[in-house]
């Protein structure tokens, strides 16, 4: 079945799955590699900007786990675009000139009101990764022109969330906040569990609104630079910013977003959560890339069990979903081999306008919750590919989002240099990874088998 033209989404893990649907593509880094595509329309944001048709290509990767078949938020059919609905309006947090200059932009919300001692998925993660950045200096006054921090303070709103949640979950979620404070803790969910405490729904809605900021940001900046678009008065508004933007730089390619949030979604289902994970970030801006702005990689065997290469998506979606499921002890090359061969050869047949790339680090060989052996090193590369890939085919719009990686070392590290290849940094990875404890890859089951 051919697939619309639209939003895109891959995933990868220990297997890869790419599913092509109509409108955004999810990629998941680590084991399986899905495209679904969704067709979007032109539509105008809140300051009166015109906003091209964009498509999205989205990236989960480096994760060891995979979407229940029921339910999935990135089914060709779910992620298809909604009529009739309002679209949500949000402002830009930072002056056009100040991001003129910026490489990267990223948002933090560290939940630390989400919290379970003892849980992989716990408030230290985010701190984590703060202080390495501060630590390799890329935090300093001297990149804060290249570095931009997004300082979020807005929730997502409920019809947001409710664009790929239903809607009785996400109030249900609101109502037992109740019992959650009566209680200290509870389960939402035994797979991980999925616990939450009282303060679980805000800090989840504080998540997706980060990463609504950071994508509006990235989506917005070609704007400023694409005249024909624009009213008289937004020209007379940019004629003024003209020469600071020109003086400034060179291109017109916006920074890479990067949402630093918790809790992860890559696991939420349309009707609950699932596997530490309460709302699918990534599904909710890809929503939003097309309501507002009109514009996976997984491990064989990985949490929940799906991604098997005959799952080829279904409804709407059939025939538009390829899993290439990786073995356990995956590492580097088969990473690179499945990035060269299918993800690269797939986005450029879809050809999409922004690339939403779910970021799971718990494939690294020493996230005790995979069965991958992906190094620092694996991470930087492949942040550097993708960056270089939305460049080559959607003028660089390029948004991560922070889900797995439980190892605080391995996390906070593999974050710090995806960062570096964002700004063009050299990589640090053989200061931080130990060769002497990986093993062969099996590669040889990486090799297609002939028929007989």
């Not at 300051?47 to 078949?69: Q, T």
């Not at 019809?159 to 209680?183: F, Q």
């Not at 020493?366 to 942040?383: C, H, I, K, P, V």
């Not at 640090?428 to 093993?439: E, G, K, Q, S």
């Amino acid at each position: 079945m051919a697939a619309a033209r639209g939003v895109m989404k891959a995933s990868a893990n220990p297997g890869l799955g790419l599913g092509l649907g109509p409108g955004v593509l999810r990629q998941r880094l680590a084991p399986t590699f899905g495209i679904h595509e969704n067709i979007a329309g032109t539509s105008t944001f809140q300051r009166g900007y015109s906003v091209p048709k964009l498509s999205s290509f989205s990236a989960k990767w480096g994760d060891n786990n995979s979407y229940s078949k029921s339910g999935s938020l990135f089914d060709g059919a779910n992620l298809s675009p909604l009529s009739g609905q309002s679209r949500s309006k949000r402002e830009l947090l930072l002056p056009v000139p100040t991001l003129v200059d910026s490489k990267v932009i990223f948002s933090a919300a560290p939940a630390y009101g989400h919290n379970k001692e003892g849980h992989p998925e716990c408030k230290a993660r985010v701190s984590a990764i703060m202080k390495a950045l501060d630590q390799a200096g890329l935090a300093d006054e001297s990149r804060a022109k290249e570095i931009l921090r997004l300082d979020v303070k807005n929730m997502a709103s409920v019809e947001e969330v409710a664009t790929v949640h239903n809607m009785s979950y996400v109030k249900g979620l609101r109502e037992i906040m109740d019992k959650a404070r009566e209680e200290k803790l509870i389960l939402l969910d035994s797979t991980g569990p999925t616990y939450a405490t009282e303060n679980t729904y805000r800090e989840a809605m504080m998540g997706a609104g980060a990463s609504l900021a950071v994508l509006d940001h990235v989506v917005m900046f070609p704007t400023f630079f694409s005249p024909h678009s624009l009213s008289t008065d937004q020209l007379e508004y940019l004629f003024v910013l003209d020469i600071q933007v020109a003086a400034s730089r060179e291109t017109s390619t916006p920074p890479v977003g990067f949402a630093l949030v918790r809790p992860p979604g890559h696991h939420a289902i349309a009707t609950r959560p699932m596997g530490f994970c309460v709302f699918g970030n990534v599904a909710v801006a890809a929503r939003h890339a097309q309501r507002v702005h009109g514009l996976q990689l997984e491990q064989v065997g990985g949490f929940p069990g799906t991604g098997k290469i005959d799952e080829v998506g279904e409804g709407k979606g059939e025939g538009t979903t390829l899993n290439l499921p990786l073995p356990g002890g995956s590492g580097d090359e088969a990473m690179s081999a499945v990035f060269d061969e299918v993800i690269v050869p797939a986005a450029q047949r879809f050809k999409p306008d922004i690339i939403l790339v779910s970021a799971g680090y718990d494939a690294h060989y020493l996230d005790e919750l995979a069965g991958l052996q992906f190094t620092t090193g694996t991470y930087f590369r492949l942040a550097s590919h993708i960056k270089q890939l939305a460049g080559d085919l959607c003028a660089g719009r390029c948004c991560f989002f922070l889900e797995g990686g439980y190892d605080l070392k391995a996390l906070s590290n593999s974050v710090v240099e995806s960062f570096r290849a964002f700004v063009g940094d050299k990589s640090m990875a053989h200061r931080l990874d130990n060769p002497a404890v990986l093993y062969d890859e099996p590669s040889i089951l990486l090799e297609p088998r002939s028929a007989t």
